[in-house]
């Protein structure tokens, strides 16, 4: 009896350690916290979370004037749920999203919960509330202060800059890498404010179909977050006296003259909150990322920069009216990006060594075989 109660102490003991170990393993792995781009998020009525207002394109087309960002706060209504895992097309079939990417994750061991987390949350607030919301979101979920690795995926490198830069002395980042982020900004958001255009996924023609396009200049024009991806990088930005005249460059946030005139044609244009605060606010946030674009990141975070230029659609400048703004506006494509993303603004301030070259467009611009080697090997 005594023989077999030692045994049992020792099989009890060994079944510990095992367990013990198991878990000391599975903490000793860094956790990887996942950041989508703008869009890449569902957003749901707060008072009914399971009604979706963002996620699919029959319900974007829908309900896309609930998408307007009240002036006031206090009087938004939808909240994010989750990120895009899956995405439904206007015929009805659905396509992977961010599923594509968890995958990847999962390939190489991590658990959703565990040590894989997913920030969701909404794209049109500004990326400085964002950055905030993301503070809390790790301290919720017991990450502050831990070392742990971003991966961001287009505007997501935006919020996590901030991040890093503002909170630098109460986290431990150790990688954060950026796939296909906008650094300096994308002319997609020009044409959006200007011309309507969307930027996340659903087909300008589809968008207008579900309302005037009077509702979809107003809609982005709520959005703080479309100011803040305007291009800021050197050759962006152009404009022609008349027809025949040469093209001369100008900057749209440097110039006092042309961004009130930018201010008054979105007034004309949509009739929304483009008050001379308001302005004055979404251009002091532009130049403050700008800024915090430019510093160098903390000691002990590591950068990686996913970067394509397989999109010869890409559009790297956009030629405004003889007043800087106006109509014309429309973009002029370069063989340099990833059809969203131009390669300069997507590569920042990078070490050309950080970089990784990925063949996919923006919005895969993680689905490359190719790369995740070297990630695998950096998240280790």
């Known amino acids: 009896m005594k023989l077999m109660a030692m045994l049992r102490a020792a099989l009890v003991g060994f079944v510990a350690t095992v367990a013990w170990g198991a878990g000391a393993g599975a903490q000793e792995r860094v956790p990887v916290v996942f950041i989508p781009g703008i869009g890449g998020s569902l957003l749901a009525d707060q008072a009914t979370p399971n009604k979706i207002v963002f996620g699919s394109v029959k319900q974007s087309m829908d309900q896309f004037a609930k998408l307007e960002l009240p002036a006031d706060r206090a009087k938004n209504r939808l909240v994010a749920t989750d990120i895009l895992r899956q995405a ?18 999962a390939k190489l061991g991590y658990r959703e919960g565990v040590d894989l987390f997913t920030f969701a949350y909404d794209w049109r607030l500004s990326n400085f509330e964002t950055a905030e919301s993301l503070r809390r979101f790790l301290a919720a979920k017991n990450l502050a202060g831990r070392p742990i690795d971003i991966v961001a995926h287009s505007m997501g490198g935006l919020v996590t800059t901030i991040y890093l830069q503002k909170y630098a002395t109460e ?3 150790r ?3 950026a796939m296909g982020t906008p650094f300096y900004g994308a002319v997609k958001s020009i044409r959006a404010l200007a011309e309507g255009f969307a930027v996340f996924g659903i087909e300008n023609y589809l968008v207008v179909s579900a309302g005037s396009e009077g509702t979809v200049y107003k809609v982005f024009a709520s959005m703080d977050s479309i100011y803040e991806l305007m291009p800021t990088y050197g050759d962006c930005c152009y404009t022609r006296a008349s027809e025949s005249a040469p093209l001369q460059e100008f900057s749209l946030t440097s110039s006092d003259l042309v961004w009130n005139r930018f201010g008054l044609f979105l007034k004309e244009k949509s009739g929304a909150p483009t008050n001379p605060a308001y302005m004055a606010r979404m251009r002091a946030n532009i130049a403050e990322l700008r800024r915090l674009v430019d510093l160098p990141l903390p ?3 590591r950068l990686q920069v996913v970067v394509s230029e397989a999109a010869e659609s890409t559009m ?8 800087g703004i106006g109509k014309p506006v429309w973009g002029i494509g370069k063989f340099a990006g990833d059809g969203t993303v131009p ?3 997507a590569m920042g301030r990078a070490d050309p060594a950080s970089v990784i070259w990925s063949r996919q467009e923006h919005g895969l611009i993680f689905e490359d075989d190719q790369i995740w080697p070297r990630l695998a090997a950096l998240l280790r």
């Open 343 to 345: 390669k300069i603004s």
């Open 171 to 173: 986290q431990r980042v």
């Open 299 to 301: 000691a002990n975070v």
């Open 175 to 177: 990688n954060f890498v």
């Open 88 to 105: 439904q097309r206007a015929r009805g079939d659905s396509v992977d999203q961010y599923n594509l990417l968890m995958a990847r994750f």
């Open 316 to 323: 790297i400048q956009f030629l405004g009216a003889k007043r």
